[in-house]
């Protein structure tokens, strides 16, 4: 048993009565849930909730079907269960770290960018002819989620260099597309976004990083930029910086921002790199995603940086918008994936502690009965409900998203691909924070579950809690896109975005809810397994009071004082039958 390393000892095999015998074995041994996200409900909220066989009917993506799609979909699980998440504890306590002139980083990060790579994590929602598999976007997202909640210090990596080559093969030149997108998308070669520096923070158009005409359609670049995700480390053969910079006599503001493609190491006239005067300063030392590197670098030290100009001169926040859009949704994604890990982390602890008893049917409890398990209680349960219809929820706009992104630019209908341009464009800001901020919350109830011990570096609830508060700071902060939705996007062509999201929200509720609700009247009530004292609302009743439902949402009579006892009873009030089952519970995935 003790030579079995830290990740192999899933929570089942050490809890419970074990951990509160012997204390010794908490110091010992890492203990960490055994699941991190149910697969099955990736599958369902792609497939069925944003109907991936409609944007599979595009002539775009005429190669795949649902059958597919599900073996792409597992490939990644596997790949996620084998390179990832064991390391998600290690790459905590083993940090990315500078020394002696560049990054270090944890060695998954190789398996990350080059095993990934060939599988096409990177490459996927690209042309055949750039290189990449042209899946849709949707599966992509729904793939990276997979690899968010197995392990959310890696994938950032690749996701980065996605956004970067995506940026290259749409704006620059064809010069630039080949020579550095190729090994990008294979993974040989990273990628970055270089925005921020240090006088500046989130306001761009304070920026004074500068770019100087030169020779051979090149520009010197001088400056500084902080926070890099993925900036430097020692498994990528060169690093592609898209930087924004300033050109000579460039018009004050974002009105005279360019961008522009500037390699670790630049390709001379023979293809061989050689060094291009970017100098690693720093690494960020964080609270959380300590092994996702964060650098500090500085540009044309000696004069001798070459930058490659990206489409014209003073557009490079217009075209940077492509990348940031693209890392907003992911912020939001990996947000909700590590909320969801959490959750199956917590759901796990609470289906095997052991602690207090049931009450019985006088208001007493029999001290020689076993201790019950812990999500027998109702406040346990409440917290383990609201961490899932949070994780849920967040999971569909994040995929509705992809989805309206994959309608726009696979529509052949001019006033089609507006429409779901205008909805994206509306939804972004939400994307990012909601997630964020309320997996943050999610998070926090599924510590307290674990109560005392969620305090504990021992699991893992406490490194989930760290790590995902950087989501309501990364790509604009919370307060940047409140701004954003209310003084951009609500505005957006006299309010248009709004009015169409409207229409979206009541098509869903005349289909799901009116037709649910309907469907449930006409269903006798009755009950089964009334000794266990089992109550079960349906997930097709459960919309009728505007909860997320998934699956059948339980409770057992010592529970109906929680939102059970509130919905049943609003059901039987206004006439609504209430289908109750027998107990399957939460110990399958709630």
């Known amino acids: 048993f003790k030579q079995k390393t830290a990740y192999e000892i899933p929570l089942r095999l050490v809890g419970s009565e074990m951990c509160i015998r012997d204390r010794y074995l908490l110091k010992v041994y890492i203990i960490m849930a055994s699941k991190y996200i149910d697969i099955k409900t990736v599958k369902f909220f792609m497939n069925n909730v944003q109907e991936l066989e409609k944007i599979l009917d595009k002539e775009r993506f005429v190669d795949y079907n649902i059958e597919s799609v599900d073996l792409y979909i597992e490939s990644v699980k596997k790949f996620a269960d084998r390179e990832l998440f064991p390391y998600i504890k290690e790459m905590d306590e083993k940090p990315a770290h500078y020394k002696d002139g560049s990054i270090h980083v944890h060695q998954q990060v190789e398996k990350m960018m080059k095993e990934g790579g060939a599988m096409g994590l990177i490459s996927a929602p690209f042309n055949y002819e750039d290189g990449g598999l042209q899946l849709p976007l949707l599966v992509h997202t729904a793939s990276n989620y997979i690899l968010d909640a197995a392990n959310n210090h890696l994938p950032g990596y690749s996701g980065l260099t996605s956004g970067a080559a995506e940026l290259i093969i749409e704006f620059a030149s064809e010069e630039l597309k080949e020579k550095y997108t190729p090994k990008m998308l294979t993974g040989e ?18 920026i004074v990083t500068k770019a100087k005409p030169d020779a051979n359609n090149a520009y010197k670049i001088s400056g500084q930029k902080i926070f890099i995700s993925g900036g430097d480390h020692q498994y990528a053969g060169n690093i592609v910086h898209l930087l924004l910079a300033r050109i000579e006599g460039a018009p004050a503001g974002t009105k005279g921002i360019s961008l522009f493609v500037v390699p670790k190491n630049r390709l001379n006239d023979n293809g061989e790199l050689e060094a291009n005067d970017v100098t ?6 964080k609270m959380g995603q300590k092994g996702y590197c964060t650098t500090h670098l500085s540009f044309g030290d000696k004069g001798d940086c070459h930058g490659y100009l990206v489409g014209e001169e003073n557009q490079g926040l217009n075209y940077m918008f492509l990348m940031m859009n693209g890392a907003r949704i992911a912020v ?6 590590i909320a969801c890990a959490a959750y199956y982390a917590s759901l796990e602890y609470a289906n095997e502690r052991p602690q207090g008893r049931k009450l019985s049917s006088d208001g ?28 849920e929820g967040s999971m569909n706009i994040i995929f509705k998203a992809a989805k309206y992104f994959d309608l726009q630019h696979n529509s052949t209908d001019k006033k089609e691909k507006h429409k779901y341009e205008t909805l994206l464009e509306m939804i972004i800001p939400v994307v990012k924070t909601y997630p964020s901020e309320a997996g943050i919350y999610s998070i926090n109830n599924g510590l307290q579950v674990l109560g005392g011990y969620g305090f504990c570096s021992d699991f893992i609830l406490q490194q989930y809690y760290r790590d995902i508060r950087i989501s309501s700071i990364y790509e604009g902060t919370t307060g940047i896109q409140s701004q954003d939705l209310l003084g951009r996007k609500m505005m957006l062509n006299n309010g248009e975005g709004a009015k169409l999201l409207l229409d979206e929200i009541k098509k869903t509720i005349d289909v799901n809810f009116l037709g649910n609700v309907n469907c449930v009247k006409s269903v006798e009530a009755y ?29 057992s009579k010592s529970a109906l004082s929680s939102f059970a006892e509130s919905l049943y009873f609003d059901l039987k009030r206004d006439n609504v039958r209430v289908s109750l089952v027998s107990p399957g519970f939460i110990k399958t995935p709630m």
């Open 189 to 206: 070669w990273g990628g970055t976004m270089c925005l921020t520096e240090p006088q500046a923070g989130s306001s761009l158009s304070d």
């Open 280 to 285: 690693t300063v720093a690494d960020f030392e």
């Open 332 to 337: 939001g994604r990996g947000a909700s994936a």
């Open 364 to 391: 007493t409890k029999n001290l020689k009965n076993k201790q019950s398990l812990i999500i027998e209680h109702p406040d346990v349960r409440r917290m383990l409900l609201l961490q899932k219809s949070m994780v």
């Open 527 to 555: 009950f089964k397994n009334k000794k266990a004292g089992q109550i079960s609302i349906v997930s097709s009743v459960a919309g009728y009071r505007g909860l997320p439902a998934a699956g059948a949402y339980c409770a």
